[in-house]
């Protein structure tokens, strides 16, 4: 069924975060407004500077292609199993129906190799086109089309040029970026200035299509709406194929992990493994606030988690990519960065953008991420654990990939004891920080389960023992006066990310500590039933003002429910949760959880993980026999 959007409120120029649409060819990816207007899109990578950005300030570029003066849809849906939108228009005259897509199509390159994979070809490759069709149902519509790109964030606007001899094709170059579009159409444009522009009347059973490529050489753009459609079904055939691979269950809630599926692969970078945290810069994760960040980049952590949630599923192909993106990475420097380029660059370095309004009048707007220099104890855990789940079911583990592994679990036995910023990656004060203890347990733990499989039972004797001393030590210093694991060493305050103590196995769910742990967040860091990470005014994060409930830690606590056996209770949380979605059933990082509003960047690949693993931890507890478990820890 086709979901309608809900009216803005407050009278902002801006729409809902929750009710922009994501379409990705897993190289390029944007958002489309429910108005039809591509306001997020940056070519020729999802980190590169934009041409449409009107999320973050309405004049940084748009384009939409839709019903002249309507500019709330009937209705909108993902066509099932895909990641392309339908969008269904009522004008006063007729009705018309949208499609978009960024189209997908079989490997082409066959007279010259890529000059940006590094991963093995598969059958389907992007086509670096962003195609919109419509089709006039009943009576007539008026169509419109502006398309009005603003190179780099909005800060070189130039203008379009016709290309042949006709009206239905131009081009518009960024000189400074290296970037040139050509927008091609059966109907006929105009251009004044950086705004190309249609308008035409379309009566029933009238057609029309619209095709955007930012593809340097031998841009594959169709000419005809026959062949325009044929692109959409490629782009369907692809997705519905990869769809296919995964196994779901048969179970109502079978449509949401569909769609996170679909998500995550959607955030992929296919020509090197990596996975992006999100779409987004600098959405905010309080309303004209300041916690406003860059997340288009390869979170390590993000992506290790995200890899287990498609493995859970059995879509294990992209694990072994991101993988190979970890070995290439790593074998260019000693140690391992929180984050990379999607192209495996480290440089990550900070900027704000003061020349933009931000979205909803949410400043600074940022671009990079100095996170990327801090020192995050816990990312070598989640890479050996993801690795010890992929190899404990394949029985083969990469020799290129093995002596990565090692320096990782030797950075862990060296360090363990250091102070870092945690898991939330704060900008205060290094500290002890319980968890990031606890996941130098997990790689030294799966450290040693995977040098025992190659038979390296000295190396596996001595991970072994550094893991019982930090499991150990986290006993001893992590655990207040009440029995309940602390943010850090010290403190008495709760952080969301103890919920990962009975996942990943370093305490059984039986424990008194873990039972007192999970039940004091559930009751004691959450605001409306939903969990925040932290209570900020009792962590230092380096950041002023507040943020939302994180919809990750509240998947979190699903889990973390049923595994100490209150299955009811994480029922009734997990169908709230999913009730949350968008009307698309995506998740932002964070939501409002008195309106419900989502907060922060879109769609989160970290949120879109957690759901998987709840909602497989609630199937699998309300009918064990059926379903295997998803975690890794045994």
Not at 127 to 132: D, K, M, T, Y
Not at 335 to 364: K, N
């Amino acid at each position: 069924m086709a979901h309608s959007p809900t009216r803005r409120l407050g009278g902002s120029p801006f729409p809902p975060i929750a009710e922009y649409a994501f379409l990705s060819d897993c190289e390029t990816t944007c958002l489309v407004a429910p108005s039809g207007n591509v306001e997020w899109m940056c070519v020729p990578r999802p980190d590169a500077p934009s041409v449409f950005g009107s999320i973050l300030d309405r004049s940084a570029g748009g384009f939409r292609f839709g019903p002249e003066r309507i500019m709330i849809p009937a209705g909108r849906r993902y066509l099932p199993g895909t990641n392309i939108v339908e969008t269904t228009w009522q004008t006063p005259n007729g009705w018309l129906i949208v499609t978009d897509c960024l189209v997908v199509g079989r490997w082409h390159r066959t007279a010259a190799r890529s000059k940006t994979h590094r991963r093995t070809p598969m059958d389907w490759d992007a086509e670096h086109v962003l195609l919109r069709t419509a089709r006039c149902e009943h009576g007539t519509v008026d169509l419109s089309l502006v398309c009005e790109p603003n190179f780099d964030y909005g800060r070189k606007p130039e203008s379009w040029e016709y290309e042949g001899g006709g009206y239905s094709s131009g081009i518009i170059r960024n000189a400074d970026t290296d970037v040139t579009l050509r927008l091609r159409t059966d109907l006929r444009l105009g251009f004044d200035g950086r705004r190309a522009l249609v308008r035409t009347t379309l009566k029933e059973g009238d057609t029309a299509f619209v095709a955007l490529t930012w593809r340097a050489h031998e841009p594959m753009l169709p000419t005809t709406y026959a062949q325009a459609m044929a692109a959409v079904d490629s782009t369907t055939e692809f997705w519905r194929q990869w769809l296919s691979r995964g196994v779901f269950p048969d179970h109502p809630w079978r449509r949401q992990l569909q769609r996170s599926a679909l998500a995550l692969k959607g955030l992929t970078y296919a020509p090197t493994g990596a996975l992006l945290a999100a779409a987004t810069t600098s959405l905010p994760e309080t309303p004209q606030g300041q916690r406003n960040w860059d997340y288009r980049f390869s979170w390590i952590r993000d992506s290790t988690f995200a890899l287990w949630g498609l493995y859970t599923l059995g879509l294990d192909y992209e694990a072994n990519d991101f993988f190979s993106f970890i070995a290439d990475v790593c074998e260019e420097a000693e140690d391992i960065q929180v984050m990379y380029r999607v192209g495996g660059e480290s440089d990550l370095q900070e900027q704000v953008l003061g020349h933009l309004s931000g979205y909803d009048g949410a400043t600074p707007v940022r671009i990079g991420n100095d996170a990327y220099k801090q020192c995050q104890h816990d990312i070598w855990g989640t890479v050996l654990d993801s690795v010890y789940l992929l190899t404990k079911s394949r029985d083969y583990l990469s020799e290129r990939l093995w002596p990565v592994l090692v320096r990782l679990a030797e950075s862990a036995a060296t360090h363990w004891r250091d102070a870092d910023q945690g898991i939330w990656e704060v900008r205060g004060e290094p500290r002890h920080f319980t968890t990031s203890k606890m996941m130098c347990w997990v790689a030294l733990d799966r450290g040693r389960r995977l040098a025992q499989m190659r038979g390296d039972l000295k190396t596996a004797a001595r991970w072994k023992t550094v893991a019982e001393e930090i499991h150990a030590d986290v006993c001893a210093h992590g655990v207040d006066q009440r029995g309940v694991f602390t943010q850090y060493y010290g403190s008495a305050s709760l952080d969301a990310s103890a919920l990962l103590l009975p996942v990943l196995g370093f305490l059984p769910a039986s424990d008194d500590r873990v039972k007192a742990t999970v039940l004091a967040i559930a009751d004691e860091l959450t605001v409306d039933g939903l969990v925040l990470r932290y209570r900020t005014e009792e962590t230092d994060d380096g950041i002023g003002g507040e943020e939302g409930a994180f919809l990750i830690c509240s998947f979190w606590l699903v889990s973390a429910l049923v595994e100490i056996g209150e299955l009811h209770r994480a029922r009734q949380l997990c169908e709230r949760l999913l009730s949350m979605a968008s009307p698309l059933d995506l998740f932002a990082e964070e939501v409002d959880p008195p309106t419900g509003r989502h907060l922060g960047n879109f769609p989160q690949a970290f949120t879109h993980l957690a759901l998987i693993t709840a909602v497989m931890f609630v199937i699998r507890a309300e009918d064990a026999a059926a379903y295997a478990r998803p975690s890794p820890s045994t």
